[in-house]
């Protein structure tokens, strides 16, 4: 393989008079590397066959079982395709290939439960509880970065990171520069300085970074799920979803009853607020209204105010308060009258 050359100017090679192929791309020790600028440009593709074989192998394995539990699902997905994504991440992180991974990671789930391709990712990682896989693959980094600042100066590895530093110091962009920005992000929260954090041990080291990335995603989460004018859908769902963590429904064993919980909590359902939005031409808020009660149908109101369900939800909800089998899942103030119910 050439790198940095066009195919005309591509010399040839010989061993004992035979040519030797030049390619384009290689798998080398497990990574898939190009000759184009970026070598890691084929790589997340390359990736993403083995995680859809992954997946087809278990879609084959369980489909006797009917519907994967969401908690069978966190773990398959865990043993079976992190392994796969995370493999060599340390060196070939990037922004672009994170993103496309990430998107096969948030279909896996969103098929698992069952909702719209077009569920806000962050109803979908708040409703498993699961970190996006770019904050693994950024402690990764930091990892690394650790490591190979803290090794011997004779060990060949450090020869080649000390130069690509030299060049991250004369100002072009390398592996290094991207470490060092994941770093100064959480530079701030882990409060240490980069001597500091070279000097921690290896457990320890590992334990603050790992604190600290899932610190810092939960806490933009937060933020993010509570800000409605950026993120209008999860108008209801910032209501009830106070923690981050893996949802206690998600274990009901009736696959249609968690299905539609699911749905009705990431507004991937059909009550006019989601209908009117997928409109064309899109219909304004305003006007995304319940053909009963002529006020906006959203999930509040088809929830404890629509006049349609009045005698389906008394009937339901006396149900709910005396049941005690799902009395550790409480929906905080749905709204003041049902400040509390529990379901
Ligand atoms: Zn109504």
């Given at each position: ?14 061993i004992n ?5 030049i390619?384009?791309?290689?798998m080398?020790?497990g990574?898939?590397?190009?000759d ?14 083995k995680c ?7 879609r084959?394995?369980?489909?006797n079982?009917g519907?994967?539990l ?5 773990h ?16 070939w992180?990037?922004?672009s290939a994170?993103?496309?991974?990430e998107r096969f ?5 969103r098929?698992?439960?069952?909702v719209?391709q077009?569920t806000?990712?962050?109803a979908?990682y708040?409703e498993?509880g ?6 693994r ?7 690394f970065?650790?490591?190979?600042e803290?090794?011997?100066p004779?060990?060949?590895v450090?020869?080649v990171?000390?130069d690509?530093r030299?060049l ?14 994941i ?5 701030g929260?882990m409060s ?13 080291m590992?334990?603050i970074v790992k604190?600290?990335?899932l610190?810092?995603?939960?806490s ?5 799920i ?7 859908k999860l108008r209801?769902?910032n ?34 607020i989601e ?7 899109k ?8 053909d009963?009660c ?13 006049k349609k ?7 339901l ?13 409480k ?9 509390s119910?529990?379901f």
């Open positions: 393989m050439l790198f940095g050359t066009k195919d005309n100017k591509q010399p040839a090679f010989h008079n035979e040519p030797i192929e390619c384009s791309s290689y080398y020790v990574n898939h590397v190009s184009t600028g970026n070598i890691f440009s084929a790589l997340p593709e390359a990736i993403l066959q859809y074989r992954s997946c087809y192998k278990i084959d394995y369980c489909e079982l519907q994967l969401p908690s069978v699902a966190v398959l997905y865990n043993t079976l395709l992190v392994p796969i994504m995370e493999y060599g991440s340390e060196v992180y990037n922004r994170v993103l496309k991974l990671e948030r279909k896996f789930f098929r698992n439960l069952h719209r077009q806000p990712n962050l979908v708040g498993y699961i970190y996006p896989l770019e904050v693959l950024q402690g990764n980094v930091i990892k970065l650790h490591r190979l803290n090794m011997p004779s060990s060949p450090k020869w990171y000390d690509l030299s991250h110091n004369c100002g072009f962009r390398t592996w290094v520069t991207k470490a060092f920005e770093f100064r992000e959480i530079e929260p240490l300085s980069f001597e500091k954090f070279l000097a921690l041990h290896g457990g320890k590992k334990n604190k600290t990335l610190d810092k995603y939960r933009n989460w937060f933020d993010n509570t800000n409605v004018d950026l993120n209008p209801s769902y209501e009830f979803k106070t923690e981050f963590c893996f949802e206690p429904y998600l274990n009901l064993a009736n696959p249609k009853l968690r299905t539609a919980i699911a749905r009705f909590r990431v507004s991937s359902h059909h009550l006019a209908t009117g939005r997928h409109a064309k031409p219909v304004p808020v305003k006007d995304r209204l319940c009963t002529l006020t906006i149908e959203d999930e509040l109101h088809h929830l404890i105010e629509c369900y009045s005698s389906l939800r008394g009937a909800f006396t149900e709910a308060a005396l049941s005690n089998s799902l009395n550790s899942y929906v905080k103030s749905l709204s003041s009258n049902l400040a119910a529990t």
